[in-house]
């Protein structure tokens, strides 16, 4: 299933990351996010930072950073050592978000969870459905960037002259 992130675009001399989104991202989500890249070499953790408040001035300080000026710290000094960690342009980058029930309660933090939620579901539905005689056809699709309006579920839907019934 379809799940935000990213791609690493170039490393600067400094050995910084710039990343190209994919996926429906606001920029204001993207300051501070914690990242993995899947180098070459295995994972490298990674941080999009910016400007520490002592030095920002006070007219940027609530500002949006829009995301082509945000870059990824995997701590590395130069180009040099980026790529002794394994890591190229063309990486994939995925937040670091690490499942986790919060506080006690029987509220969950992850990411994914629409897709995660919404596969489960289709799953318990196949399983009932499978042997109950009803007069419908059934199509089960499962489809990617639901987060900018869906592309392909239009696709199938015209192509198979259905009606479509889907929830987010």
Not at 19 to 27: C, H, V
Not at 112 to 127: F, L, Q, S, T, Y
Request: net charge neutral; aromatic share 6%.
């Amino acid at each position: 299933m379809d799940e935000p992130g990213g791609v690493v675009r170039r490393v600067t001399n400094d050995g910084y990351l710039t990343m190209q989104m994919l996926g429906g991202w606001l920029d204001q989500a993207l300051v501070d996010q914690r990242w993995t890249i899947i180098g070459s070499k295995g994972p490298v953790r990674a941080i999009t930072g910016i400007r520490d408040i002592h030095i920002v001035p006070q007219e940027e300080r609530t500002k949006v950073y829009p995301r082509d000026s945000l870059f990824l710290d995997v701590g590395a000094k130069n180009a040099s050592e980026a790529a002794a960690m394994g890591i190229e342009p063309g990486d994939p980058v995925v937040p670091d978000a690490p499942f986790a029930v919060m506080n006690g309660s029987q509220n969950y933090l992850g990411k994914g969870w629409d897709d995660r939620v919404g596969c489960a579901v289709v799953i318990e539905a196949m399983k009932k459905l499978v042997h109950a005689p009803h007069p419908n056809q059934i199509f089960w699709v499962a489809t990617v960037q639901e987060e900018i309006g869906g592309p392909r579920r239009a696709y199938l839907q015209r192509n198979r002259k259905t009606r479509d019934r889907h929830c987010h």
